[in-house]
């Protein structure tokens, strides 16, 4: 039986303590990165931002140096996205997620991919990026000229989730855009990837960094299905709650469940980060009517920012010679204390993103 009915402010300030959001932690960026089980690196920006945000004292070099030293990876993971993850952790993990990668192939192409000749498509990449790393602009050119019936955009795409590929920095580094290249993935690490299926592992680590949660919230997060018979095999060793809709919410023994009285500090997330990305029910940490205006149709997740816990409002920066501008756009009209703190918040964010500046704004708009 469920032990008892978690409210909402009780779950968020449970996400935001294995977050590393109700505080600053002295953890190494390596460390904050497996307890996290990744980081959403969909624009190369976004984990910085994340983890200065989470850690003490962080700095660009504490997370491009790991990247260089080949100690974190960036590559396709979690709901077919691009993910920071340790290379342990990719190793460990990435067979196991592999059915969520070809379930959004499906979700993707449909029909298209299921006729497709996938070990003789996958062979062909794999042979050419034995050979260097590649970008898919290459890729695309090679595979097309051997299956010149079949849309480049498909083969790219059935490459992606199918071989293991780990992208080769500079991409991956701060300010890093354009097409990156890739690498075989054991090749770079120098590791053969675990092929023993580890998912009750992973439920474990999920729930570390965003429990308690239910199965739901699993799927969401990790793009697998079917996720119930293997929370029903770790039931017993699992916690197990209500939510204030009556779902069962599973969760660790000994995890932190702070109080909901507690104070959340302002902070600032990037976009796409896995704080609001990471439920299937994500109240927990923004109301459903704000979610239209942070989830755009074009597929991107804006940054924002938490006040008392919650999404109150968006962010972006502008550059305009030597002057960085912080512009937050509230939802709702903000306490005057809010204000001050964003403000000041803000203020070391900006000197973080634009340390060359020599003027520096923070404003609030409608």
Known sequence: MPEHTLTRHELNRALLARQMLLQRETLSSLAAIERLVGMQAQTANAPYIGLWSRLQGF????????????????????????????????????????????RALGA????????????????????????????????????????????PELLAYLVRTHLPLVQVPPAGLWGMGGSPAHALAEDWLGS??????????????????????????????????????????LRPELVVYRDERGADLFDLPDAPLPSPEIT??????????????????????????HRSRIFLSVGRVRATFLVDGFVAGAWKTERERATARLIMEPFNSLPAEAQEALAEEGAQLLRFIEPDATTYDTQFRA
């Open 59 to 102: 700095q660009r070099d504490n997370l491009s140096q790991l990247l260089r030293e080949r100690q974190v990876v960036r590559a396709t993971l979690m709901r077919s996205t691009l993910h920071l993850f340790t290379a342990d952790d990719y190793i460990a993990f990435r067979h196991t997620l592999q059915p969520a990668l070809t």
């Open 192 to 233: 053969p990837l675990e092929k023993e299926d580890k998912t009750n592992l992973l439920i474990r680590r999920y729930l570390a960094a965003f429990g308690p949660a239910s199965v739901a919230d699993a799927q969401a997060w990790s793009g697998l299905t079917g996720l119930r018979s293997a929370f029903m095999a």
């Open 108 to 151: 993707f192409f449909g029909q298209r991919a299921k006729k497709l000749d996938i070990p003789g498509i996958v062979a062909v990449a794999h042979a050419s990026v034995a050979e260097q790393p590649r970008t898919f602009v290459e890729l695309r050119a090679t595979l097309s000229k051997r299956f010149p019936d079949t849309e």
């Open 264 to 289: 959340a500090p302002v902070r600032f997330l990037p976009e796409f980060d896995n704080l609001i990305l990471s439920h299937a029910d994500r109240t927990r940490v923004i109301a459903d009517e």
